[in-house]
């Protein structure tokens, strides 16, 4: 199998697990807690909690009206699912030497199709892992697709700061 097929395969594989294992967690959340339920599994450190979001990340717009809400979070993260598509497809004609760009975009869009896929079933994002901070500070919660996301961010910066070394090198 050529080297351009089998990163394409990896890619599809990745989106694929990435939105299946985000909508099985989330479908478990919705059918057996009620919404805001909190269970806590290692102390007050970490919970799982059904929370609603309504917005974006860190339930940024959470509170903005309906009409001005329904369809800029469906309109904005299609758009961003294409350009990411875009970048994906570019990273993948460059082939081999581009693998951890390929990785990361499979990983944002894995995330990204996930819980756009959500907001169509459900009409919001289903969060549930939780951790406590502080001892009054609760990170904001999150799910595989936020998770997926926060990879791929990772391994393009990754990618960038290895990039920009190798440059120096240069």
Request: charge should be positive; avoid cysteine.
């Amino acid at each position: 199998m050529q080297k351009r097929n089998k990163l394409i395969l990896l890619s599809v594989l990745i989106i694929v697990v990435v939105v299946i294992l985000d909508q099985i967690t989330k479908y478990m959340i919705y059918s057996d807690m009620f919404p805001y339920e909190t269970r806590q599994i290692i102390g007050d450190f970490f919970s799982v909690v059904y929370a609603k979001n309504n917005g974006s990340a860190f339930s940024f717009l959470n509170d903005a009206p309906v009409w001005f809400r329904k369809p800029f979070f469906l309109i904005i993260p299609f758009a961003a699912m294409v350009l990411v598509f875009y970048l994906l497809k570019n990273a993948m004609k460059k082939g081999k030497e581009n693998v951890l760009q390929i990785l990361a975009f499979s990983f944002v869009m894995g995330g990204a199709m996930g819980n756009f896929v959500s907001r169509i079933t459900y009409g919001f994002v289903i969060d549930f892992l939780q951790f406590k901070i502080t001892s009054t500070y609760y990170w904001p919660s999150f799910n595989v697709a936020d998770i997926s996301i926060t990879i791929g961010v990772g391994l393009l910066l990754i990618e960038m700061l290895s990039n920009k070394g190798a440059s120096k090198k240069a």
